[in-house]
């Protein structure tokens, strides 16, 4: 018998009866969705039979197909490809159906069963990295072989990837279509990575058989080796890349001095090898080399031979920085046309070709900046300051319909996802049936439906997700929704108090918390500005307060220490919002280092070449942010510029 104890859910506040036994009055949130918790821990307890009976129970409710997606997932890859497809096709186009698929294609990758597997392909249509390599090595062993080029950029990736992305260019080894060109490319990337073993199986499809021992003996004293390399087979080049590369990895300064030499007497295409593998090392080793003009120099002296997605973005960072705006030109002109056509490096090229005296490349530019200025992100917000245009008035707020309410009552993706959310399901599975949700509604451009969702939710102070929901309308937006301003009172008391603009203050909120009171991240911080323990107990300190760790789930608490301390590390960086921005995400330190040592910078080439990724994302992010806000607390015109000062030479106030 299934647990029938009476559950307390606030689900909704009609009441019914459940003739389960008569004389049991029970609400409406025991209805079979809330099961879901019951037959979840069976599920992770491997209580088959009970869960089977779960299967029973719920399989006409809005959380029905749980149970069976459960029971599916257990030993996943040995379950037959009719259940899946079945699964599939019952619940066509569900999240877990997409999952379930997804998960079961990866799965039978990892241990080498292509057998069939195509037949699942057609219910995966939103994979993520990991999953597309895995489609995409189905493909290829179903006989697809042109995939190989559609996945170049597993090919040629140094950095860390996925297995199944790893695994896949392996598969392409064996590909025909990788020309002799293709395969020196790769060899050269795995060797200026380091990547001796994966190096040592390239090497064997171009006839070269490098020796794995004679890389190790290079890797202990890579100078040494450069002295007296030989400089006469495709082997002894390779070697010598991966000479330079181990010396630029321990040693930067000294490889750039040593490059020139260690080039001369080789081809032009080796030499310009050798000087990628130093520009590429010292661009992505920033963090511990700090920026050098010479780095770009070696990017310049190998142009000439082709660039990899992420060889190209490299090239173009190191570029913004110095201000070399022919070579952005040519990094840009590298990347492929995808990368090409991303608002980002549109944005940078108008910026190049702004720089130029001639009239037809200004003309260029601003038409550029013409079409970037319609959108309302961050570089279409700089786009907009570039051609002088004043951003002060959000289009109107469309308000969703009351027969789009309607229809949000009968959207099943919806249902499952309020329901999580009203029994307190894990946020896993409520974040994944929101977000595909909304999806749905995104692929019909079903900004109604979306606006909907966003309203329930910011009706029940569901902010995160709301905000979610309402990034993804295409034509017809709400800006109050996008920017929700819960708790505006203190937000703006504790932000004057701090001597700091509210805008700014909210715009770092949504990006850190999505105003949800409870967020805890993975490293500690917590609360709507995600402040770690250790800077709370500084806060408090300053403030002449005792620290209670209780106190930082407070909402008043948790805003007023995080005011304080932005204000506070915004006068120790140059009292600049973006130097503070990125040191409230990666420390006030390293923002600081990243500042300019010779001569000022534009703050939009500062943010843009911040070494780590997700801190650039971050600043991007909350200064755009800050700029709607600024239109929503009554500002006036906003400029993304005038919050984006130029930022001041190193250790200057």
């Not at 999240?95 to 294609?105: I, P, T």
């Not at 695994?167 to 060109?181: G, I, N, Q």
Request: glycine share 6%; net charge neutral; with cysteine.
């Amino acid at each position: 018998m299934l647990n029938m104890q009476k559950k307390h859910f606030n689900i909704d506040s009609k009441q019914f009866v459940l003739g389960f036994v008569s004389i049991f009055m029970l609400s409406s949130a025991y209805a079979a969705e809330e099961q879901f918790s019951d037959a979840l821990k069976a599920a992770n307890s491997g209580n088959t039979s009970l869960l089977q009976q779960y299967q029973t129970s719920m399989e006409s409710d809005v959380l029905g197909y749980y149970p069976e997606y459960w029971m599916l997932n257990r030993n996943l890859a040995s379950q037959p490809i009719s259940a899946i497809t079945s699964f599939a096709e019952r619940y066509p186009q569900s999240a877990m159906a997409e999952k379930l698929s997804a998960d079961y294609v990866e799965e039978k990758v990892k241990k080498a069963d292509f057998i069939n597997v195509q037949a699942v392909l057609p219910y995966i249509t939103n994979p993520d990295q990991a999953e597309s390599c895995a489609i995409a090595q189905v493909r290829a062993r179903s006989g697809d072989s042109l995939v190989f080029l559609e996945n170049k950029e597993a090919w040629l990736t140094t950095n860390s990837q996925p297995q199944s992305c790893t695994d896949l260019a392996k598969m392409m080894l064996d590909s025909p279509l990788m020309t002799k060109e293709d395969r020196k490319h790769r060899l050269w990337v795995q060797l200026r990575s380091g990547q001796a073993g994966p190096a040592v199986a390239t090497s064997q499809t171009l006839g070269l058989n490098l020796s794995l021992t004679q890389l190790n003996v290079i890797q202990d004293n890579p100078l040494n080796y450069l002295w007296s390399a030989p400089k006469v087979t495709d082997a002894d080049y390779a070697y010598l890349i991966y000479a330079i590369g181990r010396l630029a990895d321990s040693d930067l300064n000294t490889a750039l001095s040593s490059v020139s030499v260690a080039a001369q007497g080789t081809p032009e295409n080796v030499q310009k090898a050798l000087y990628r593998t130093v520009g590429y090392i010292g661009g992505t080793t920033v963090m511990k080399n700090n920026f050098n003009r010479e780095v770009l120099n070696s990017f310049e002296a190998s142009y000439g031979i082709p660039f990899s997605h992420e060889e190209a973005e490299i090239y173009a960072r190191q570029a913004i920085r110095f201000g070399a705006w022919e070579s952005l030109i040519r990094a840009i002109d590298s990347m492929t046309a995808n990368q090409q056509k991303e608002d980002r490096w549109q944005y940078w090229l108008a910026r190049a070709y702004e720089q130029r005296n001639d009239h037809a490349s200004k003309t260029k530019a601003r038409e550029i900046f013409q079409k970037l200025s319609h959108g309302d992100d961050y570089h279409n917000l700089l786009a907009k300051d570039h051609i002088g245009q004043n951003y002060k008035n959000f289009p109107t707020n469309h308000e969703p319909s009351s027969h789009d309410m309607q229809r949000l009552n009968q959207d099943i993706h919806f249902q499952r996802a309020f329901t999580l959310k009203a029994i307190n399901a894990p946020a896993t599975y409520i974040n994944r049936e929101w977000n595909w949700a909304v999806r749905q509604a995104y692929l019909k451009h079903d900004d109604g439906l979306i606006l909907a969702a966003a309203k329930r939710a910011t009706d029940m102070g569901w902010y995160d997700r709301a905000i979610y929901a309402a990034d993804r309308t295409t034509n017809k937006h709400n800006y109050s929704y996008k920017y929700a301003m819960p708790y505006k009172n203190f937000v703006v008391l504790h932000s004057q108090n701090a001597g700091i603009d509210p805008a700014w203050a909210y715009g770092l909120m949504r990006q850190e918390s999505r105003f949800n009171t409870g967020a805890r991240s993975h490293v500690g911080a917590g609360g709507l500005m995600q402040i770690m323990p250790d800077t709370a107990k500084l806060v408090a300190r300053r403030m002449g307060e005792s620290y209670n760790p209780a106190a930082l789930s407070d909402m008043n608490t948790n805003i007023r220490y995080g005011t304080y301390y932005l204000s506070m590390i915004q006068g120790q960086l140059s009292d600049s919002s973006v130097l503070a921005t990125a040191g409230y995400n990666a420390g006030p330190n390293r923002a600081r280092r990243w500042q300019p040592e010779f001569s000022e910078l534009a703050a939009d080439q500062y943010t843009e070449t911040i070494p780590l990724s997700e801190t650039r994302d971050y600043v991007k992010h909350v200064m755009t942010n800050a700029t709607h806000y600024g239109v929503l607390l009554g500002q006036g015109g906003q400029s993304i510029g005038q919050r984006m000062k130029t930022i001041p030479l190193r250790n200057t106030q």
